[in-house]
């Protein structure tokens, strides 16, 4: 083999691996990526360390029993709220909407939006179903018994106070609007802290949804 081929080979060798190195460098820089912990934070939510498993609970959807069974095979965003808060309810509601509007049509699918009510004196399945229609018509309003509702506060760090045999109808009531969310396992991932933000809320439900 002449000295020229062999100059020619050796070059044409040193110029593909620079390329494939280029090329490994481009796509590590330019793919898509899960957002650290840190970025999540930065952006308002808060990824668990480690997914925790939420106590066996029964409640009420529309005319159907809700357990933890139906929060498998999906994530979910759920917000515990009630129907007769004048502000802050209709808010956070609001800006679920806006979030899931925000949404790719592939993870919207993939997620689900829950009220859950602190309130079931005055929140009958078919009234928290109208209440969170208004906002989606794919979100779903949950009720029950007020120990099981306290119980799965608890266990989503989403504390609010009772209010049992009150005399008056238009109490107010005293809750997190912070929003918990539920991996397809039905573990609690991670949660929202308030106030929110659609475009960041969406942001981070793309990130978990893809890479989780």
């Not at 989606?136 to 608890?154: D, H, Q, R, W």
Request: aromatic share 10%; hydrophobic share 40%.
């Amino acid at each position: 083999m002449s000295n020229n081929n062999s100059i020619r080979i050796t070059v044409a060798s040193c110029l593909l691996i620079v390329s494939m190195v280029a090329g490994l460098f481009v796509y590590s820089t330019i793919s898509p990526k899960e957002l650290t912990a840190e970025e999540y934070k930065q952006i308002g939510f808060y990824k668990l360390v480690r997914s925790r498993q939420i106590n066996n609970f029964e409640l009420t959807e529309g005319d159907r029993k809700f357990s933890n069974n139906d929060l498998k095979g999906s994530w979910d965003v759920l917000f515990l709220g009630f129907a007769s808060c004048p502000d802050m309810c209709p808010m956070t509601m609001k800006k679920m909407a806006m979030t899931n509007n925000s949404l790719s049509a592939e993870t919207s699918s993939k997620i689900n939006f829950r009220m859950i009510s602190v309130d079931p004196v005055r929140d009958t399945p078919e009234k928290m179903q109208q209440y969170v229609e208004a906002f989606n018509p794919s979100f779903t309003g949950i009720t029950g018994n007020i120990e099981v509702i306290y119980k799965l506060a608890t266990d989503l760090t989403l504390p609010f106070v009772p209010v049992v045999a009150s005399d008056n109808t238009n109490y107010d009531m005293d809750h997190s609007m912070n929003l918990a969310v539920i991996d397809p396992n039905g573990n609690y991932f991670g949660f929202f802290k308030s106030p929110h933000t659609p475009e960041n809320m969406a942001k981070v439900l793309e990130s978990i949804v893809s890479f989780n």
